[in-house]
Structures are given as C-alpha cells and as structure tokens.
C-alpha cells in the first residue's frame, strides 16, 4: 500500500520524498513536466534555508546541482553615494553554513528526485489532470500517456506552487495581495561581475537584483509597478530586459549585467503574497511550500519557507502512526507564525525599495541615515539570513514599522 503521494516534483515535494522514502515509508512523487527545466525563479536560500536542507538529507543535491555560495551582499542605488556602497559578509549568521546559495532550480529538483527514487520512491513524471479527494482515504486521480491511474494512499501533500493546485481541490482559499511586478531570466558570460557578490537597489522605476551562480552566468530579477506590467513581454522584451539594468548607480553603469548573454526564458508575474485563510490542509492532506501560502518574492524566501514545510511534515509523518489533522496542529501554527513574519519583512522591504519616485527616493536616504545611527532599525533585514523565530520580537511590531517610515518619510 501506498502510504503517501506528493503531489509535485519541486523543492518542496521532492525533498518530502527524500526524508519520507529514506524513512521508509512507500511514496509515490507525481511532477506535471516531462522533465524538469528552468522555470526562473526559486534559485536562492538562505542559510537558515541550507539547515533545513542539511536536516532533510538533501543537501548534497544543491552542491551536486551547481549550487554556489554566495558571500557579499552589495546595495548599489540612486539613494547611495559611491563612496557609501559597501560589501556586507553575510557568511557568519549561522555557524557552520556560510553564506546562501544559488543554483540552477531545475538541476537540483532533478537531482533531489533521483535520490528519492534511490530511496524506493515512486517517480511519475508527465502526470496531468490531478485530482485529489480529500478524507481517511484520500484518493488521488493521474493520467499519463498510458492512461488514467488511481492510488488511494494514507496521506496525500500537495506541493504544486503557486498554482495550488490540490489546494483549491481540497477547499483552502487564499488571502492574495500584490505590490508590484517582477520579472527574472538566466544570463552567461557575467565574467567582469565579482562572483560571489550579489547585489540589489533601486533607481527610476526598476528595483533590480543579481544572484551569480558562478563561472559567469546569473540570475537576474526586475521588479517595477504593476502599470508597467507589460514593458518586458512581447518581441524585444528580452533586450529592453537587460537594457534596464544600464544604471547610473551600478559600476560602469551596469556595463557588466547589459552585455551579458540570455541563458534562459525570461518570464514575467505578478508578485503576489498569498495567505490561507484557514489551516493549509483538510483530512488526508496536507499542503506545503508555496502551495500553503508565501510572502512577496521580493524578500527570497520561499525555497527556506519549502524546505522548513517539509521537514516539519515529515517528522510529524516518521514520528508518530497519528496522521489526523489534530496531529498536524503544531505545524499549522509555527508556518503561520513565520509566514506573519515573513510577509510583515517582505511588507517593509517593498515600501523602502520598490517604491519609486522623489519621495520614495528621499525615504530609502533617510531610512540609511536612521539605520546607520542605530542598527536595530536593520532588524527586518535579518530575515534573508536567519529563521523568522530568531529575528528580535520588536522587528515586528506595528509601533517599528511606523517609526521606521514616520522617520524616513
């Protein structure tokens, strides 16, 4: 018998069934694509994120995968004199981790589903039209090109993304809200940008962000207002892509990033921050990764987020033969716990850097002003780095935020 299906092939669910095969359970790991490929985004964790990996057994599959550490955080923007630009070390916030990682996502997914066929999984690729009944027996619905399929499993996660797919099918909703849009694309031949140097900021009407991934080739991301939503689609979107990080703040203006070579699709979204209204599962089924609910994209971490569900959930399935909702309780409250955090850090970060204009030029001064005279202004920052439970409780607090912006108005 089947004791669990996962219901996508990402970091989330392929991770799942890592831990869960290794713990001997019989899983079964249904992923939409035919074989894994770039899907732009979910190619950056944090550390905190990396020992969550390292708890899950997996990893060794992001450093198989071409995962490459990242060491220096630097903060090029219209707001910053060049003589204030300076790098920030960011490989000493957890002992024994470094700095985070970046790595091509559909290299790793690959490589994390093959372990967990190593582990006596079951890998169904090209599995279309999903259904998932949630109940005691949960029952799960599949065809390939084989035919229609049908596996009446102990447990069922549901770890398709944003998409949520099994989540709409099982009735959670979500709470969506959107700041902004955001785009991203794969670049080779970045040979003049220091490699382990990632580098964020803002200027005009585009916050922009570069995450190398070693010998050459990055990921960069754009993020920009929604009424601008459709300045990188249609013929020359890659170019006017590229074009746009030709930057009076970034050395040579950008010179490095502009003549660098596509590598990739370049893909366009909205950035939405989705929060479940109600718990992230129902009997027989339980929801992880994006699919339970994110923060904006803006903050990067969602691939932590995903690999701290499934661990979670994991330990909760291999620690004890109560697999009813009530046993997934404790879950239920520590995600939305951190995802209060999260979304409250990524709120913070969206209104200082992607916010444009005079006046939101004159905040992001004043706010490094105010953050450069007393360091608990920074305290939001530390999200990128450690786990939401460890950042200081007045980070969070309503009475920060409005000092924060009453002071950088």
């Given at each position: 018998m089947t004791d669990v299906v996962i219901v996508g092939g990402g970091i989330a669910g392929a991770s799942a069934a890592c831990r869960l095969s290794a713990g001997g359970l019989e899983v079964v790991l249904l992923e939409k694509q035919q074989a894994y490929h770039d899907l732009v985004r979910g190619e950056w964790l944090a550390p905190w994120g990396i020992r969550e990996a390292q708890r899950l057994g997996v990893y060794d599959c992001f450093g198989a995968g071409g995962a490459w550490e990242i060491r220096e955080w630097m903060t090029w923007d219209e707001a910053v004199e060049d003589d204030e630009v300076e790098a920030v070390d960011m490989t000493g916030f957890i002992p024994g981790v470094g700095g985070p990682m970046s790595f091509p996502h559909h290299a790793v997914c690959e490589l994390m589903a093959a372990q967990a066929v190593g582990s006596g999984a079951r890998l169904v690729?090209?599995?279309?039209?999903?259904?998932?009944?949630?109940?005691?027996?949960?029952?799960?619905?599949?065809?390939?090109?084989?035919?229609?399929?049908?596996?009446?499993?102990?447990?069922?996660?549901?770890?398709?993304?944003?998409?949520?797919?099994?989540?709409?099918?099982?009735?959670?909703?979500?709470?969506?809200?959107?700041?902004?849009?955001?785009?991203?694309?794969?670049?080779?031949?970045?040979?003049?940008?220091?490699?382990?140097?990632?580098?964020?900021?803002?200027?005009?009407?585009?916050?922009?962000?570069?995450?190398?991934?070693?010998?050459?080739?990055?990921?960069?991301?754009?993020?920009?207002?929604?009424?601008?939503?459709?300045?990188?689609?249609?013929?020359?979107?890659?170019?006017?892509?590229?074009?746009?990080?030709?930057?009076?703040?970034?050395?040579?203006?950008?010179?490095?990033?502009?003549?660098?070579?596509?590598?990739?699709?370049?893909?366009?979204?909205?950035?939405?921050?989705?929060?479940?209204?109600?718990?992230?599962?129902?009997e027989g089924v339980v929801l992880i990764g994006d699919e339970a609910g994110n923060a904006d994209t803006v903050l990067g971490t969602g691939l932590s987020c995903a690999m701290r569900d499934s661990r979670t959930v994991c330990d909760i399935l291999l620690g004890s033969a109560d697999w009813s909702p009530a046993a997934f309780e404790p879950y239920v409250r520590e995600r939305e716990f951190r995802l209060d955090r999260l979304a409250f850090g990524a709120d913070i970060v969206s209104r200082l850097h992607v916010e444009f204009g005079e006046e939101a030029v004159e905040r992001r001064r004043r706010a490094r002003r105010l953050m450069a005279k007393n360091f608990a202004a920074q305290v939001t920052g530390l999200l990128n780095m450690v786990a939401p439970e460890d950042v200081p409780e007045f980070g969070f607090s309503e009475f920060f935020a409005e000092r924060l912006f009453r002071e950088t108005a």
């Open positions: 690729m090209d599995a279309s039209r999903i259904q998932v009944t949630a109940g005691p027996q949960p029952v799960v619905t599949y065809r390939t090109p084989e035919g229609r399929h049908e596996i009446r499993p102990r447990m069922v996660l549901g770890a398709t993304g944003r998409g949520c797919t099994v989540g709409r099918q099982i009735g959670v909703t979500m709470r969506n809200s959107m700041h902004h849009w955001g785009g991203g694309m794969m670049v080779e031949g970045l040979d003049a940008w220091p490699a382990d140097v990632q580098a964020m900021g803002t200027e005009g009407d585009v916050m922009f962000m570069v995450f190398p991934q070693g010998y050459g080739r990055a990921r960069l991301y754009l993020n920009f207002p929604a009424e601008n939503k459709l300045r990188y689609r249609g013929e020359g979107g890659v170019e006017r892509f590229l074009a746009a990080f030709e930057l009076d703040c970034l050395p040579d203006r950008g010179k490095a990033v502009t003549e660098a070579v596509p590598a990739g699709p370049l893909s366009v979204w909205p950035s939405v921050s989705s929060v479940p209204e109600g718990p992230p599962l129902a």
